[in-house]
């Protein structure tokens, strides 16, 4: 028996976490597991668009179920992952996605990190060469070692 | 290193503030739908208040009219729907319900109580049309043409001065 009020209200919160993560999984009849392993990785690149910071696999919004068993049905049917993702985007935009595509519009997004870190390099590497008058006179080279 | 250079760190921290601050306060709720400019979906569905009917999107061809995604159970759509009253006690508007996943009793009954602002009401049950506009949460509104292309969407509850502002003005110019 556990007496200490704290440890009560601790396995209390567990418990309760216990019962949250299982949720949001549907009774689905999945015809054998590599079924089931695509549902799921497929569910999990989905955007849940009502909490917006969960995805599909997660969500227990009723949208989210509607969408799930959509995505159950549509491999059923016989469609790619491709096929799936396209069906969702039409209708509800990249943002379904968590992982934007790239095209012109996401360039930015894509690429934009990258710029940047380059730019830095450049800027980094003009200093260190700039501001190094001691290393020069004492005969090194521009790698930095001794000639 | 010239003068000017000292000003690079100031006009970076500028142009990131004001990067951030453009997005204080922004809705992160709303989400372009790819839908506007598109053909609306196709939808066959019984009428709410006689279900011998059909409410279709052939049989609504050749008018502009407001598709209305509302449930009895959706807050902000109670919250929506005087507006809805005055925009149909204007006439200048038709607005088509769909009623998303809703007790056809509880629907009923809230425009027993509110009034009935719907020219039609069309029964979503299975959730099925409201995923093919790609409705996120209830209330949505589109405004469908008279070729049944969708030309603006609303999403959330419409205030009068919306209204006006998105819905009267792409009025102008076609067929009440």
């Not at chain 1, 969500?59 to 993702?85: H, N, P, Q, Y």
């Not at chain 2, 000017?4 to 204080?24: D, K, M, N, Q, R």
Request: include cysteine; aromatic fraction near 8%.
């Amino acid at each position: 028996m556990i007496r200490h009020p704290l440890a009560r209200l601790l396995l209390l919160l567990m418990l309760g976490f216990a019962a949250c993560s299982a949720l949001a999984i549907d009774p689905l009849p999945f015809a054998d597991a590599k079924e089931e392993q695509r549902f799921q990785h497929l569910v999990r690149e989905l955007r849940c668009l009502v909490c917006q910071n969960q995805n599909l696999a997660d969500s227990d919004a009723f949208l989210a179920k509607d969408l799930r068993a959509e995505v159950f049905e549509l491999m059923r049917s016989g469609k790619t992952d491709a096929e799936i993702k396209s069906f969702l985007t039409d209708r509800y935009g990249d943002f379904v996605l968590y992982k934007p595509p790239v095209k012109p519009g996401t360039w930015v997004l894509w690429f934009g990190p990258l710029l940047i870190l380059a730019i830095g390099i450049l800027i980094a590497r003009r200093q260190l060469r700039r501001s190094d008058p001691a290393t020069t006179e004492s005969g090194r080279d521009e790698d930095g070692e001794f000639s | 290193m010239k003068a000017w250079h000292y000003a690079i760190p100031l006009l970076l921290f500028v142009a990131l503030a004001v990067l951030l601050y453009s997005g204080l306060g922004k809705d992160t709720r709303f989400v372009p739908s790819p839908l506007v400019g598109k053909p609306a979906p196709a939808f066959d569905l019984p009428d709410l208040l006689d279900p011998s009917q059909r409410v279709t999107a052939e049989s609504l061809r050749g008018q502009t009219y407001l598709l209305n995604v509302w449930g009895s159970w959706c807050v902000a759509c109670a919250q929506e729907h005087p507006v809805l009253m005055r925009l149909a006690a204007s006439g200048r508007l038709p607005i088509i319900g769909l009623n998303w996943k809703d007790e056809p009793e509880a629907a009923v009954a809230m425009l027993r109580r509110g009034g009935d602002p719907y020219t039609a009401i069309a029964v979503d049950a299975s959730g099925r049309t409201a995923i093919d506009f790609g409705v996120i949460a209830a209330p949505e509104s589109f405004l469908i043409d008279g070729k049944g292309q969708i030309i603006y969407k609303h999403t959330g509850p419409i205030d009068w001065a919306s209204v006006e502002s998105q819905l009267f003005t792409r009025l102008e110019g076609r067929q009440p």
